[in-house]
């Protein structure tokens, strides 16, 4: 397999700005297929931002972006349908719709895209709703579930399609040590099983270290620092190393 | 000086821009209600919302046509008895309801009572990432949450309006006949004689503009909102006084329409 073809997503020098505010600056990125991408950083410099540029629900003030080798940040709403379809996305609020029960969330992708009668799609949502361990649950409102459980619904319904590529937002935070271990275990099972490729944001360096292929620092706009989890564990860089351990510097204080 | 001018400048281009972007959004909506027709589970979503706007604003609706026509007679009355037109009442109170008072007082309820509602539950939406969330599925937010409800507003708001409408002219019989000693049958022969088709079609007509103003409004203003719950707020707020402000202005421009289109057909025509 030639280089290229390895390369399921790509980000060439991506800007974007609110107004005033600088969030990315010149960011480069490769994904590999079938490998996951950890991206840490702190609170605010635009890591949420980052992903929803690779699928297009955000559009680059300049800098191109490839999927599959095709360019998407000029395309329009329409046309990005097919290349979404690739991809699942657990927000970081979760976004579960809240005037539908938790099994109507996850049949919402597939009664929109799919032909599959109203069995199928039970056996779909009862067997997604079984991987993040809430079987039974179909039945729920949004508002009647916890944080932990709201997140793993809207994980759920994030790989309804089956995607190809799964950008994860923060998918351990708000859960218990126990939950966030077995949605850490859901990332690799998913990455053996279905080959998907993934992309991790999040503040959880356990989780980081247990299932990345490779760890990205973003601090002010830009990647600082790259490597396997092993090369964050032993830097040296300030700055990786303060995220790493923790620790805050007397101003931030 | 300049600093004042130079506000009212970037004010107005931020106004011309913000206009813009409501008429994109509105051609965007037009465009979809076709395609969206030919989807069954498309159309499923109308119900809900028909239901959601229709029953729910019906009581309201109703009183205020009651109560509309009950002032409108106390006020006539007695100028109609001092020159002995007392007969007439119905006339006064059909037209003035059926035309002008039914279409606007509903359409100005309805956008404070459903366009609130709407503008409210779509801001929630963005600002909770659920717009976002239908885009990532690949759906169009416009075809899923817009297009149903504006056409529920659309159907519901001359529906309703008759209902005002009706109330209206019987809060008017309750005042004149029962009340003041006016004869049934005067008030009943003399509302249709001059009540015409062409009046409830124009006070319909007017309705069904009303109904596609709060449903383009207030989605818009809901897609459109700042981040938190002030933003979704605010976003209410500004979505009810634009769609008061849109049924004024359209029924003035409206109302001259339609009186040119019936002077050029019939003529001019007195209703005593
Ligand atoms: N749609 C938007 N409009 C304006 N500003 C935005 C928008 N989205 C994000 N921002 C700003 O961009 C910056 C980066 O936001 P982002 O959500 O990507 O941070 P983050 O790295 O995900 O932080 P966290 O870890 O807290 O989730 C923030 O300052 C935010 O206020
Ligand atoms: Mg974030």
Redesign the interface.
């Known amino acids: 397999m030639n280089e290229n073809h390895d390369i399921i997503v790509e980000l060439r020098n991506v800007h974007k700005r609110f107004g005033p505010l600088k969030v990315l600056q010149g960011v480069d990125l490769k994904l590999q297929r079938g490998r996951t991408t950890v991206v840490i950083g702190e609170s605010g410099t635009g890591k949420s931002v980052l992903i929803?540029h690779m699928?297009g629900?955000l559009r680059p003030d300049s800098g191109e972006i490839y999927v599959e080798s095709e360019r998407i940040d000029h395309l329009r709403?329409?046309e990005?349908?097919?290349v979404?379809?690739r991809?699942g996305?657990l927000?970081?609020?979760s976004?579960?719709?809240?005037?539908m029960t938790t099994g109507q969330n996850i049949a919402?992708?597939l009664?929109?895209?799919t032909d599959y009668n109203d069995r199928e799609i039970e056996r779909i949502v009862a067997e997604k709703l079984e991987l993040v361990g809430l079987n039974g649950s179909q039945d729920k409102m949004p508002a009647e579930l916890s944080g932990g459980q709201r997140k793993r619904v809207a994980l759920a319904r994030a790989i309804a399609?089956n995607p190809q590529i799964v950008l994860y937002d923060e998918p351990t935070t708000g859960l218990d040590p126990i939950r966030a271990d077995t949605i850490n275990d859901l990332i690799i099972k998913l990455k053996h099983e279905i080959k998907v490729t993934s992309v991790v944001v999040t503040h959880d360096m356990a989780s980081a270290f247990k299932v990345a292929d490779r760890i990205l620092m973003l601090h002010e706009g830009k990647f600082i620092a790259e490597g396997a989890a092993e090369d964050f564990r032993r830097s040296t860089e300030p700055r990786v190393r303060r995220f790493v351990n923790g620790q805050s510097t007397p101003d931030e204080a | 000086m300049v600093s004042w001018l130079t506000n009212t400048g970037a004010l107005a281009s931020d106004l011309i821009a913000a206009f813009g972007r409501f008429w994109a959004f509105s051609g965007r909506t037009l465009g979809r209600v076709l395609p969206w027709m030919t989807r069954r589970r498309d159309v499923q979503r109308l119900w809900p919302q028909c239901h959601a706007i229709g029953t729910t604003s019906l009581p309201v609706v109703m009183i205020t046509g009651f109560f509309v026509g009950l002032v409108l007679a106390i006020q006539a009355i007695e100028q109609l008895m001092a020159s002995g037109l007392a007969d007439r009442m119905g006339v006064i109170v059909s037209l003035s309801v059926v035309r002008e008072l039914g279409p606007v007082l509903a359409g100005v309820m309805l956008a404070g009572r459903v366009g609130g509602a709407l503008t409210a539950e779509l801001g929630t939406m963005n600002v909770t990432e659920q717009l976002d969330a239908l885009r990532s599925m690949g759906s169009d937010p416009i075809r899923v949450l817009v297009v149903p409800r504006f056409l529920a507003c659309v159907l519901l708001t001359p529906l309703l309006t008759l209902y005002c409408d009706v109330l209206g002219v019987f809060g008017g019989w309750l005042i004149s006949v029962p009340v003041f000693g006016v004869s049934n049958w005067a008030y009943w022969n003399y509302t249709s004689n001059a009540l015409e088709m062409w009046d409830i079609f124009c006070g319909v007509s007017k309705a069904v503009f009303f109904g596609a103003a709060i449903g383009l409004i207030s989605c818009y203003k809901g897609f459109n909102c700042r981040q938190g719950a002030e933003g979704v707020g605010r976003a209410c707020t500004e979505g009810f006084v634009t769609g008061f402000i849109s049924i004024l202005v359209m029924d003035f421009f409206i109302t001259m329409a339609q009186k040119g289109v019936y002077v050029s057909i019939w003529g001019f025509k007195t209703v005593f």
């Open positions: 929803k699928m629900l709403e329409k990005l349908v097919k979404r379809q991809f996305y927000f970081q609020m976004a579960l719709f809240d005037s919402f992708p009664l929109e895209h399609m």
